[in-house]
């Protein structure tokens, strides 16, 4: 049995010790490096480029510019392929752009034999733009008389929403109480330790070979062939070991780039490697949300009615667009499910960066505004925060009010009393002062989201595994699910040896997905892939096993069904102390026999048609120098049902970097643009106030364990949610420390002085 | 990659002098921590090198028979950290260089560098201000000495010519012994990052007077400064919190921060007040006063 214990990650070595590779790590001869130049405005178009002066400098092999690129628009949103046309991503990129959309927009690209070569070569580019007045927020944007960003489309790019229960005017005229908040949250960027990278070469006359550091290879695959008009079939896309994603990589960023200039230079290797400062403005970062939220609440601490108004910010371009703030509205839905609520969500374009995916998908944003909401509810009527969202949750038994299905497993309750008793809640309530005073005060917080595990029934959910039996009775894996530092790998190894009956060390997942051989998946994104996975390596693993106890049957006229393969051996079913056959005997047999037998190997290509909502909340004890308008955190947890828990280890250390992220988001990152000119102040890790080992406490955490029946191994989402409910939490103690209601993220000290002096605290 | 056009390694002060003199477009680097982030940038007139890293003349941390402490200028951070004669005498330096960068950057930036860069959050700055610091520089025409107060000219600005180099800090007996002394950095993170305020104070009691007080700020002015209005209306004073306030009230007038995106000039303002109470109340209790 190996599901359920902390396997050791079978890439901790390698990665450890440097050996693991990535794709900076691949190095050809005759490799040329490729770098954008950037527009130094923010919004306009260019009125005149001269590469003359560029391409005549030594070392520098070619200068293209938005004149030479394929003409058609494409969508780089790391989604599946729709077939249903009205749910297609936004087609509103070039490779490169006369019409500046954000301040550092790519508008050419140098292609050097080194870095040097490049910079001196981006100089030498002389560009004249017309300057357009940038609109960096939503609100400028969706003024009756803005330009439109993108000609031909309105700055609006989708509305959506839904309604579930009472009518949510009368749901809310029906209420004791009514509450009105508007909550902001903040530009953030995923800082992954690896910077974009990607490289593309020809090795033969067809064919477009592609390594990068993506989340997404099958769909990066399709995309540049949607993005050059190339036949996918044509497009080999390989991903190493990867540095961090977070969603950034669930995009297609440099690869079409790529691509189109390897294509340009007959075949010659052409690498792209991001500068951190590029990066930060020129991928994707976390959409920036307005929100207004309407509570109804009942004297008695029933939440009547939620109202929930969004507006997103996508930033120049759509990339994932709409979807984000559909998505979290639709994974809110299930932590109320009792509540009259309505969700309605605007995106819209502005000049600045471009929002994409990022770890949990717009439910950070909307769930910072829901459970501020519900805390200043819970205080309204007087009633204990915890105590307050005990009653209003979701239980065991509820049903979505908008399928009407039931959903499936759900401990939140109990996480909920975990994380009390774990930050001994009650008693340091108790121990408290009712008022504090003095410049250094304490407060406690609590927050909970819902989540889920996939993308059904919005997307497909798709996983493909292939097991091939190794002639030494080992086992190695392929599956389309990437490795993208969450531990994928492990444990798939634990899946397969769980349900083959092999022992984990026997196992080994090809860590390299190479679009040319591996299944077909859609990648890491949406915390799915161990959800769809588990049912694509169950049903090999068994296919499998099945094939073996045959083939032992064929060795020994026992038959299968009174056979079973456990730890490695063929046994009795009846007896697995009697080993029939050793693994290593049977897999000799089946590739060597001169009759019998072949390579046993079993491929599943899986959908998953269930989506298993998991759940989970925040504790937190903060202390806040009010003078110095800082915040520590003295303690803090995160509870979680995850389903069954696949690897404690590995969902500890998710859980410890989800939370903070979280902090990070709650005290410490904003992405800081310029209203005026829209250039990003702060686009470098110095003044990025991204935290450090030294600024994250110690974070505890704890898993309420239900059994999740439509996953092969009981599991449900972890990946994304523990970034979720730290920051309201956080902001929740801040409140309950100061008195102070900071309803705009991050609690900085710039934003903490504010609101301090306005209280009069200051 | 950085486009250096030329390199030269000096092994003395003198041949740092002469490789100077004879190279006029040549900046001279030791850490090399401030100087490649400029390369980085691609920034002009840092292409022609004069290395001093391995210079072993400028690498001494001594007490002298007269008390003196003698900081060589090409000490990096983390040997000042843990030098006994720094951590004895004015442990207020090693805290002040504690927190600068992170373990690989105190690895390679010196105190020399440091302040010859001349930002205004120059983190030892405060704190050799507030230890009343003299430093030696050595030129073509011999060595000149200079109190640290009139070392910084503006921001980037230090009054080291083009064709001298920083060769000693030193500080007085009279100046550390029988002084306790505290330094604060207020940044966004606890690592990694610059000052939006640093503070140090150095103040001498007898009992529950204050004989002498010693205020420096990083990052509130274009250089970093001290504050001669506050320290002269709490020197000589009875200690008490009311002391306190009046010294946080009074270095509003010594100070100058500017609004910028990192941040307002209220913010650092709130934030110069609150230091200047608590870095001299530490101090205090540092030396052993009473009354706070």
Redesign the interface.
């Known amino acids: 049995m190996t599901i359920g214990k902390s396997v050791r990650r079978v890439d901790a070595i390698a990665k450890v010790t440097g050996k693991a590779r990535y794709t900076d790590d691949f190095f050809m001869p005759g490799m040329l490096h490729a770098k954008y130049l950037r527009s130094t405005i923010a919004h306009g178009v260019v009125t005149r480029i001269d590469t003359d002066r560029a391409k005549a400098l030594p070392g520098v092999v070619a200068v293209f510019t938005f004149e030479d690129v394929p003409p058609h628009k494409f969508a780089t949103a790391g989604h599946p392929y729709a077939l249903d046309p009205d749910h297609k991503d936004v087609e509103d990129r070039l490779l490169l752009t006369r019409h500046v959309r954000y301040w550092g927009d790519e508008i050419a690209v140098v292609v050097a034999e ?3 070569a490049l ?2 070569a981006l ?1 030498c580019i002389d560009v004249e733009y017309e300057a357009y007045d940038p609109m960096t927020t939503a609100k400028e944007a969706l003024a009756p008389d803005a330009r439109q960003i993108h000609a031909g489309a309105p700055n609006l790019v989708a509305e959506s929403g839904y309604a579930v229960g009472t009518r949510i005017d009368d749901a809310l005229d029906e209420a004791d109480e009514v509450l009105t908040t508007e909550y902001r949250t903040q530009l953030v960027q995923h800082c992954h330790i690896e910077n974009h990278v990607t490289y593309a070469y020809m090795d033969d006359f067809d064919h477009i070979v592609i390594v990068s550091s993506t989340q997404i290879p099958h769909i990066a695959r399709r995309i540049v062939g949607e993005a050059l008009d190339i036949p996918c079939g044509r497009i080999r896309v390989i991903k190493p070991y990867i540095g961090g994603g977070f969603g950034n990589k669930q995009d297609v960023v440099l690869e079409p780039m790529a691509a189109f200039l390897t294509l340009k230079l007959d075949g010659r290797p052409v690498k792209i490697h991001l500068a951190r400062e590029e990066g930060m403005i020129g991928t994707r970062i976390r959409h920036p949300f307005d929100i207004r939220v309407r509570a109804g609440v009942m004297k008695d601490g029933t939440l009547h009615a939620l109202d929930i108004d969004a507006l997103s910010n996508t930033g120049a371009y759509a990339s994932h667009g709409h979807s984000v703030a559909g998505a979290a509205g639709a994974k809110t839905r299930a932590l109320y499910p009792r509540t009259a609520m309505r969700y309605h969500a605007r995106t819209v374009y502005a000049n600045i960066p471009a929002s994409g995916a990022m770890r949990a998908y717009g439910a950070p944003q909307v769930l910072f505004a829901v459970d501020c909401m519900i805390e200043e509810a819970a205080r309204k009527i007087g009633m204990d925060s915890v105590a307050f969202r005990l009653k209003n949750i979701i239980r065991q038994g509820d049903i979505d009010p908008l399928t009407h299905k039931p959903y499936s497993t759900c401990g939140l309750t109990e996480c909920l009393t975990k994380g009390r008793e774990l930050i001994q809640w009650d008693q340091k309530r108790a121990d408290r002062p009712r008022e504090q005073t003095g410049p250094v005060r304490r407060g406690l917080g609590v927050a909970c989201f819902s989540y889920a595990s996939g993308t059904y029934p919005v997307c497909l959910e798709i996983a493909g595994a292939r097991i091939i039996l190794n002639q030494d009775a080992s086992v190695h894996v392929q599956v389309g699910a990437t490795e993208i530092g969450q531990g994928m790998d492990t444990v798939v190894a634990q899946m397969t040896a769980e349900t083959l009956g092999v022992a984990v060390e026997q196992v080994h997942v090809v860590s390299t997905q190479d679009t040319d051989v591996t299944p077909f998946d859609t990648g890491a994104y949406a915390s799915r892939q161990a959800y769809v996975t588990s049912n694509a390596v169950f049903r090999a693993a068994i296919e499998l096993k099945d094939k073996i106890l045959k083939h032992a049957d064929s060795m020994t006229g026992i038959t299968a069904d009174r056979l079973d393969l456990i730890d490695g051996r063929v046994v009795y079913a009846v007896d697995a102390g009697h080993t029939v056959l050793p693994l290593q005997a049977v897999a000799l047999d089946a590739y060597y026999d001169k009759v019998r037998g072949g390579q046993l190997t079993a491929e599943v290509s899986y959908k998953t048609t269930t989506n298993a909502p998991c759940f989970g909340c925040t504790f937190v004890e903060v202390k806040v120098d009010i ?3 800082q915040v520590t955190i003295k303690e803090i947890y995160n509870v979680h049902d995850s389903g069954v828990i696949l690897n404690p280890v590995l969902a500890q250390g998710q859980v410890q970097g989800g939370a903070a992220m979280g902090i990070a988001a709650a005290l ?1 990152e904003d992405l ?1 643009v ?1 209203p005026d000119s829209g250039r990003i ?2 686009n470098n ?3 990025y ?7 994250i406490p110690d974070i505890g955490c704890a898993f309420v364990e239900t059994v999740e029946p439509s996953s092969g191994y009981g599991n449900k989402a972890l990946g994304e949610p523990p970034i979720i409910s730290p920051p309201p939490a956080i902001r929740n103690a801040v409140w309950d420390a100061t008195g102070v209601k900071v309803d705009e993220l991050p609690l ?3 934003n903490l ?1 504010k609101c301090f ?1 306005r209280a009069g605290l ?1 | 990659m950085f486009d250096i056009k030329r390199h030269h390694k000096a092994g003395s002060i003198q041949e740092a002098l002469t490789l100077l003199k004879a190279n006029p477009e040549a900046r001279l680097i030791a850490g090399g921590t401030d100087i490649l982030i400029k390369l980085h940038k691609g920034k002009a007139g840092y292409d022609h090198l004069v290395d001093i890293h391995d210079v072993a003349e400028l690498n001494f941390i001594s007490e002298e028979k007269d008390g003196r402490l003698r900081i060589g200028p090409g000490c990096t951070f983390r040997q000042i950290i843990e030098s006994p004669v720094i951590q004895r005498h004015i442990p207020i330096l090693a805290e002040a260089v504690a927190n600068i960068g992170g373990p690989q950057v105190r690895n390679m930036a010196t105190i020399g560098g440091n302040i010859c860069n001349g930002v205004p959050s120059c983190d030892s700055g405060s704190s050799l201000l507030a230890l009343n610091a003299v430093v030696t520089i050595a030129g073509p025409k011999g060595d000149r000495q200079l109190p640290i107060e009139n070392f910084f000219l503006g921001p980037g600005r230090v009054a080291v010519a083009r064709d001298e180099i920083l060769a000693a800090i030193t500080i007085a007996a009279a100046d550390y012994q029988g002084y306790g002394g505290f330094f604060y950095k207020y940044a966004m993170r606890r690592a990694m990052d610059i000052a939006t305020i640093g503070c140090a104070a150095v103040c001498k009691v007898d009992g529950d007077t204050l004989v002498d007080l010693r205020l420096a700020y990083q990052v509130a002015a274009p250089v970093p400064i001290r504050c001669p209005k506050a320290e002269k209306s709490a020197v000589g004073q009875k200690i008490s919190e009311t002391l306190l306030e009046k010294v946080a009230a009074q270095v509003v007038d010594d100070v100058t921060p500017r609004t910028s995106w990192r941040a307002s000039r209220e913010l650092r303002l709130q934030i110069i007040r609150t230091l200047a109470r608590r870095s001299v109340r530490q101090a205090v209790i540092r030396a052993g006063g009473t009354g706070v």
Request: glycine letters at 0%.
């Open positions: 080194n870095n040097l910079e001196k100089q003078p110095l308008c410490y800081q310029d102040y702060n890790l110095l003044d106030k991204f935290p450090t080992i030294m600024d900085s000290p710039h002085f002096r200051i």
